[in-house]
T-cell receptor, first 114, second 112 residues
Framework: DAGVIQSPRHEVTEMGQEVTLRCKPI?????LFWYRQTMMRGLELLIY????????DSGMPEDRFSAKMPNASFSTLKIQPSEPRDSAVYFC????????????FGQGTRLTVV | GDSVTQMEGPVTLSEEAFLTINCTYT??????LFWYVQYPGEGLQLLLK?????DKGSNKGFEATYRKETTSFHLEKGSVQVSDSAVYFC???????????FGPGTRLSVLP
C-alpha cells in the first residue's frame, strides 16, 4: 500500500478563495482523521470519521471549515472562504479498528493564504 | 477528557549524549501509548508504541516503558545522533483507535 496520500502538497491561495484539501486513506482502515499543525497551537484534531461517518467535529474551528467522506477511499477538507490565519500544515491520518494500532499519517498539505 | 503533557523544548544535545523526553498522560480508561517522530517537511511517523502497563516499546535505539502507576511514557535513547534531530510527539488512543490525542511535541536538535 502506498500509505495515506494527500493532495496537493502545497497550496497558495488568496484570502476569500475556496480551498479543498484531499486525502486517500489506507485501504481497509476504518478511521480517518484530519489534523492541523501550526507553530502556535501544535497539532490539533479537527475532525474524525468512522466508516465514513463524522464522529467528532468539535475541533473544526469555524463554519468556514467543512469535511466530507463520500466513500471509504476519499475525504475532503474544505475552507470557504479562506483567511490568512488558516495558513498551516494539514495532515490526514487513517487507522484500522483497534486501539493496538497506530494512526498512519500522510505527508501533509502546506496551506498558505495570502 | 484525555490529555498528554510533554516536556517543553527545544532540547539541544551533543552527539552521543543521553536523551530523555518526559511524557505524562491523563486518560479515563486503558489507552495505548505512542511516540511519533516528525522530520523536517514530513508527516508524523510512528517511532514506538506500548499497549499495556509495563510494556516496553523500542525502535532505532529509542525506548519507552508504559508506567501505569505514574501515568508516564518517557522516551529515552542512550546515544543520540545528528540524524535524530526532529520533533517528537507523545500520543495516546483509547476506544479502539478513536481519537488519538497528541502532546505538543518536543523539538530535539543534536549537534555534531
Amino acid at each position: 500500500d502506498a500509505g495515506v496520500i494527500q493532495s496537493p502538497r502545497h497550496e497558495v491561495t488568496e484570502m476569500g478563495q475556496e480551498v479543498t484539501l484531499r486525502c486517500k486513506p489506507i485501504s481497509g482502515h476504518d478511521y480517518l482523521f484530519w489534523y492541523r499543525q501550526t507553530m502556535m497551537r501544535g497539532l490539533e484534531l479537527l475532525i474524525y470519521f468512522n466508516n465514513n461517518v463524522p464522529i467528532d467535529d468539535s475541533g473544526m474551528p469555524e463554519d468556514r471549515f467543512s469535511a466530507k467522506m463520500p466513500n471509504a477511499s476519499f475525504s475532503t477538507l474544505k475552507i470557504q472562504p479562506s483567511e490568512p490565519r488558516d495558513s498551516a500544515v494539514y495532515f490526514c491520518a487513517s487507522s484500522p479498528l483497534s486501539s493496538l494500532t497506530e494512526a498512519f499519517f500522510g505527508q501533509g498539505t502546506r496551506l498558505t493564504v495570502v | 477528557g484525555d490529555s498528554v503533557t510533554q516536556m517543553e523544548g527545544p532540547v539541544t544535545l551533543s552527539e552521543e549524549a543521553f536523551l530523555t523526553i518526559n511524557c505524562t498522560y491523563t486518560a479515563t480508561g486503558y489507552p495505548s501509548l505512542f511516540w511519533y517522530v516528525q522530520y523536517p517537511g514530513e508527516g508524523l511517523q510512528l517511532l514506538l508504541k506500548a499497549t499495556k502497563a509495563d510494556d516496553k516499546g523500542s525502535n532505532k535505539g529509542f525506548e519507552a516503558t508504559y508506567r501505569k502507576e505514574t501515568t508516564s511514557f518517557h522516551l529515552e535513547k542512550g546515544s543520540v545522533q545528528v540524524s535524530d534531530s526532529a520533533v517528537y510527539f507523545c500520543a495516546l488512543s483509547e476506544n479502539y483507535g478513536q481519537n488519538f490525542v497528541f502532546g505538543p511535541g518536543t523539538r530535539l536538535s543534536v549537534l555534531p
